[in-house]
């Protein structure tokens, strides 16, 4: 009887990840759907269940016997359209009770500004009391570009941080730069779960900071990318019709259903605090 309780969550857990890539696969081949060619979602769905396994609440309780089977299939499913894997830290999953969530992380930002709007790298530093930092803006572009930083090592204290910023590099030879206030860092913590007094924001607060900037400068390359970037002669990427897949269970035969609905707000990259 031990050995069939054990075995009945894996089994589960085996017929949620199958159903999304069923479900998944069905999106693709309706051309709901274009995903990388260098995204495997079978794989993802792996990791992202490996890492749900080990996974707790803040009870510790395991994550895949708290959350509703509903909320985990929608979190993997919105991994997948993503096209990102926890196994790279490109995103975390974030239980809410019995709501399983699906945040980016500010990798998976990263990894979407590349693929997505057409940038090459995104640097992120940390500004201190006494630093000599001075940038402008470019009156003809609009583009902000740093003027100098000139940072001594006596400089470095977590207490003294004043702001952070970061250097948006497009493939195309453009440079954006995104700078915020401590105050505007600190705001931006604020709407998350911890309001920013997890053990991460106080330890590592420069690190944390200069999360909180990447997500920021990722914003508008990833959300004014048009399907024209998307999808290049040589590279096929992710292609998402303006609509949002939601998912209702259907307790009679206990199978997950994915339904088109109109599309629901998200949480800001920025409020999310599990990134460290």
């Not at 053990?199 to 990447?214: C, D, P, S």
């Amino acid at each position: 009887m031990s050995n069939e309780k054990q075995t009945q969550p894996a089994v589960a857990q085996k017929e949620i990840s199958t159903q999304v890539l069923s479900k998944i696969n069905q999106f693709v081949e309706a051309g709901e759907l274009v995903l990388p060619k260098d995204y495997i979602p079978a794989n993802a769905l792996k990791g992202a269940m490996l890492v749900l396994q080990e996974a707790k609440d803040r009870n510790g309780k395991p994550v895949l016997e708290v959350c509703t089977k509903n909320s985990i299939a929608q979190s993997l499913l919105k991994m997948c359209v993503e096209g990102l894997s926890p196994l790279k830290k490109q995103g975390y999953f974030i239980p809410y009770g019995t709501d399983l969530q699906w945040s980016r992380s500010y990798q998976g930002s990263i990894a979407l500004a590349k693929r997505w709007g057409g940038v090459l790298d995104v640097v992120a530093n940390v500004i201190y009391q006494e630093d000599d930092f001075e940038f402008t803006v470019d009156i003809e572009t609009g583009y902000k570009k740093i003027v100098k930083h000139i940072q001594k090592i006596q400089n470095i204290d977590n207490a003294k941080i004043v702001g952070a910023y970061a250097v948006v590099i497009y493939t195309d030879g453009r440079k954006d730069l995104e700078v915020m206030t401590i105050a505007e860092i600190t705001q931006a913590w604020k709407q998350g779960a911890t309001k920013g007094a997890s053990g991460a924001h106080t330890n590592f607060t420069q690190e944390m900071a200069k999360k909180t900037v990447i997500n920021r400068a990722c914003k508008n390359p990833i959300n004014s990318s048009s399907d024209a970037l998307l999808i290049g002669p040589e590279e096929e990427e992710i292609k998402t019709e303006d609509v949002h897949h939601e998912i209702i269970e259907d307790t009679a035969s206990e199978q997950i259903v994915f339904e088109m609905v109109e599309p629901k707000q998200t949480v800001d990259a920025v409020q999310v605090e599990a990134e460290f």
